[in-house]
C-alpha cells in the first residue's frame, strides 16, 4: 500500500494512520533528507528481524535509528559535552552520529561494541512519525543489501513494497546516503562519506 504525504505539511490524519501501522508491529517505507528509509519501532523484534530478511544483511551489522531530538538521543546514547555541541549544530541534518549505546537499546541495534549509529534527518515526514510513535524508528536505505536505492517511492514499492506493510510516498529524494561520523571518546571519526559536508571537521567543527 502506498501513502502519499505531504513533505512540506504532513497530514495530521496520515501521519497517525502511519503511527497505527508501526504500533501494531508493521514495516514501513519513509522518506529522509538523504535516501528513503525501510524502518520500524526499534523494540519490535519481530519487525527488526524482517527488515534484516528483506535486506538480505548479516545480522552482525547492525542499523542506526532515527530519534526525535536531542533529548531523546540522550536516551538511547551517552552524549558528553563535546557530542552534544556537535550534534546541537548540524542535526537535522543528513549525518549519523555514532556513539556509546546506552543500556536500554536493543542488542540487534547495538554492535559488539556497544555502540550505536543515531540520525535526526531534516525531513518533516519522518520527524512527525517519530515524535508521535514516542519511539525510535530504525533506519536503513530501503534496498537489498548492495544494490541502489531508488529515489522514486513507486520504484522502490515495484521493488520491495510486497514485504513491507506500508509505503510512504514524500516526493524523490537525494538519493545519497548520511554521512556516518564516531563521536565515540569524543574523537571525531568520518566512517562513511555521504550527503553531510565533512569540511567543517578540518575548519575546527
Request: aromatic share 6%; proline share 5%; glycine share 8%.
Amino acid at each position: 500500500m502506498i501513502l502519499s504525504i505531504n513533505p512540506e505539511n504532513p497530514h495530521k490524519r496520515h501521519v497517525n494512520q502511519v503511527v497505527e501501522c508501526l504500533r501494531q508491529g508493521g514495516v514501513i517505507i519513509y522518506p529522509t533528507d538523504t535516501t528513503y528509509g525501510i524502518g520500524c519501532d526499534i523494540f519490535n523484534r519481530k519487525g527488526v528481524k524482517k527488515i534484516f530478511q528483506i535486506k538480505q544483511r548479516d545480522s552482525r551489522k547492525p542499523f542506526s535509528f532515527i530519534c526525535s531530538d536531542l533529548a531523546e538521543i540522550s536516551n538511547y546514547a551517552q552524549v558528553s559535552n563535546f557530542a552534544f555541541k556537535i550534534m546541537k549544530r548540524y542535526l537535522p541534518g543528513p549525518y549519523t552520529f555514532v556513539l556509546d549505546a546506552t543500556k536500554i537499546v536493543p542488542d540487534s541495534l547495538s554492535t559488539k561494541q556497544k555502540t550505536v549509529g543515531v540520525r535526526i534527518p531534516d525531513n518533516k515526514i519522518c520527524q512527525e512519525i517519530v515524535k508521535q510513535l514516542g519511539h525510535p524508528l530504525v533506519t536503513t536505505s530501503a534496498n537489498i543489501t548492495g544494490d541502489e536505492t531508488p529515489q522514486d517511492p513507486r520504484e522502490i514499492d515495484a521493488a520491495i513494497g510486497r514485504m513491507v506493510d506500508l509505503v510512504i510516498d514524500g516526493g524523490i529524494t537525494l538519493g545519497e546516503a548520511s554521512t556516518v561520523i564516531s563521536l565515540v571518546d569524543d574523537q571525531i571519526e568520518v566512517i562513511r562519506e555521504g550527503s553531510g559536508d565533512i569540511s567543517w571537521i578540518e575548519k575546527g567543527y
